[in-house]
């Protein structure tokens, strides 16, 4: 009788016995699908756990990639988005990083539109503009961690480090360029980096435990997006990678230290 009167039948009068065979039928279903809720919310909940099981898989496996990490190769293209101009702006190249002690490097050659590289090693971040034949040189300092926490984002970072600098958050499986990946978003805890990127979210493959697309959300509706293909983990990088292409006439600018 509960599941009547929690149904919302109980007390009703049957005029006729066909009547009362298709209120008991009436009953049942709603019996099922009052079942099938509360199912439901008990699926919902388990899904719930193993989201966080997920995340920590994910960790586990930034983390088993990084022991192993020694270089890696990559194509990327990235999107820079305006929102106020609804403009794109499109820088295409080649990316390396490299193990070095327990630190990380990268190197970028930029080819599209214009060429230009940066070069991210020991405390300097240096920027390199062929055309105009300058290198600008920043000190990181004791910065540098930070430096590297952003800019190596899924490429030999252990996973279990990310909690250090963002929030994370597993956000479930999600397809890029036709392969499902391990998405996780995560919130800068440095209130002067979340002043600049709101959110973070990185793709990661499962199969190599690197990043295969990146964006970083910017007040306004702004953003950058990075996506990264032919990827080679643990690939011989050319010899020239870890060094910008200046000349004998180059100028260096220092805008925060003494050059």
């Known amino acids: 009788m509960w599941w009547d009167t929690l149904c919302g039948l109980g007390g009703r009068e049957r005029a006729d016995p066909g009547a009362n065979v298709r ?16 199912a439901a919310l008990f699926a919902a909940s388990a899904f719930g756990q ?9 960790l586990n496996l930034l983390d088993k990639t990084s022991a192993s990490f020694k270089s890696v190769q990559t194509d990327f293209v990235w999107d820079q988005y305006e929102k106020v101009v ?14 070095a002690g327990p630190k990380v490097e990268m190197a970028a050659d930029i080819q599209e539109p214009a060429p230009k590289q940066v070069l991210f090693t020991g405390n300097e971040l240096q920027v390199y503009l062929p055309k105009v034949d300058q290198v600008t040189i920043y000190d990181a300092g004791k910065n540098r961690d930070d430096f590297e926490a952003y800019l190596v984002l ?20 999600e397809e890029v360029a036709g392969k499902a990946t391990y998405k996780l978003e995560l919130v800068p805890k440095s209130p002067k980096v979340k002043n600049m ?7 990661i493959d499962p199969q190599t435990g690197m990043s295969v697309q990146q964006r970083f959300q910017e007040s306004g ?14 690939s011989p990088l050319p010899a020239d990678a870890f060094k910008l292409k200046t000349t004998g006439k180059t100028k260096k600018v220092y805008p925060n230290s003494k050059g």
Do not use: C
Request: charged share 30%; net charge positive; glycine share 10%.
């Open 154 to 173: 899924g490429f030999g970072g252990r996973g279990h480090d990310l909690p250090k600098n963002f929030d994370v958050r597993y956000a479930g499986m």
């Open 197 to 203: 990127f709101s959110l973070i979210t990185i793709w």
């Open 50 to 58: 193993s989201r966080q099981g997920n995340l920590e898989e994910v």
């Open 86 to 99: 609804d403009e794109h702006d499109l820088q295409k190249g080649v990316m390396y990083f490299r193990r």
């Open 221 to 234: 509706g702004d953003y950058r997006l990075a996506k990264y293909t032919s990827i080679l983990p643990n």
């Open 23 to 38: 209120e008991r039928r009436e009953s049942r279903m709603k019996k099922l699908m009052l079942v099938a809720s509360v």
